[in-house]
């Protein structure tokens, strides 16, 4: 049974890596020129929606997230959100065979050792499933705190600017975003009772209002400071908070005491891994885009589910 929540998770990151590829191909080869206005950005967008490989990116956007409601239906919390985090490698490889260019030998090393590190943290922790839902009163106290979190984050980030802005609001972010995944959780936990007991429940409704803050906190940790400042404490944040909440609100389980070690180490390796390919000189400038003769253009934007 581990098997499924396991694939699901990792086709989840590759539908969303390849969604991520599409729609970049598209808008590159579409939009030439940045648009100027909300007319501009009206025409551009229609024009897309012309273009076949924006609208297969749109497509595999959709089946990601059904394949990690799935996963997180049959799957702990604490297993399906780390492992998203391949997102990252997938999106280079993809990225590289849809645009010809080649990761350079520092991105493999990056790609390595946040490979290595979910694998010694995800073994060593073996997280434990625990309930399909979680009670009205575990909810207000772990959703209490996670809120109270990413204020706390969003305040203090306001006080500073640079890379420690775009790390704050990258960790507030990720906060959003795997309690995002914990209301998901939640509510196709309770799709067992019929479709129409999940959606008179709050949950589906919560699920979209935190999933909008994360985008929007997202956005402006990428619009803060660099990649390389607001990645690893996105990757980290939601691995880690997914974890926290895992235990907080449906009762799942990690592996303490000497195994700890391990998953210091699998945690300090998913960070270096992260850091690394945030740096990578294949994703700097001109790597996403599709021809010699298009205009550089900025990194290949990546989301974090």
Not at 96 to 113: K, N, Y
Request: hydrophobic fraction near 55%; glycine fraction near 10%.
């Amino acid at each position: 049974m581990l098997a499924l929540p396991v694939v699901l998770a990792l086709c989840a990151a590759l539908a969303n890596a390849a969604s991520s590829v599409l729609q970049r191909r598209a808008a590159a080869a579409d939009t030439p020129q940045a648009p100027a206005g909300t007319g501009a950005f009206l025409r551009g967008l229609r024009r897309l929606l012309h273009r076949p490989d924006w609208l297969g990116g749109v497509a595999l956007l959709m089946l990601s997230a059904l394949l990690q409601a799935w996963a997180l239906a049959v799957g702990s919390l604490s297993l399906v959100q780390p492992l998203l985090a391949t997102e990252l490698l997938f999106t280079l490889i993809v990225g590289g065979l849809v645009f010809r260019r080649r990761p350079d030998r520092r991105t493999w090393l990056a790609f390595v050792a946040l490979a290595v590190g979910l694998a010694v943290f995800l073994l060593s922790a073996a997280p434990v499933p625990g309930r399909t839902d979680a009670t009205s009163r575990a909810w207000l106290m772990a959703g209490g705190v996670a809120c109270c979190v990413v204020v706390l984050l969003v305040l203090v980030a306001r006080t500073v600017r640079g890379a420690a802005r775009a790390a704050l609001l990258g960790l507030a972010s990720a906060v959003s975003f795997a309690t995002t995944a914990a209301l998901l959780k939640e509510t196709v936990g309770r799709l067992r009772l019929g479709p129409g007991a999940m959606f008179a429940h709050w949950s589906p409704y919560a699920t979209a209002a935190v999933g909008l803050v994360a985008f929007l906190l997202l956005q402006s940790a990428l619009g803060a400071g660099s990649l390389a400042a607001s990645q690893p404490a996105l990757t980290l944040g939601d691995a880690l908070t997914s974890v926290a909440l895992g235990w907080a609100l449906f009762e799942e389980s990690v592996q303490l005491g000497p195994r700890m070690v391990p998953e210091a180490i699998g945690i300090v390796l998913i960070g270096a891994g992260s850091i690394g390919l945030a740096n990578a000189p294949s994703v700097g400038r001109g790597w996403d885009t599709p021809s010699e003769g298009h205009p550089p253009d900025t990194h290949l934007p990546m989301r974090h589910n």
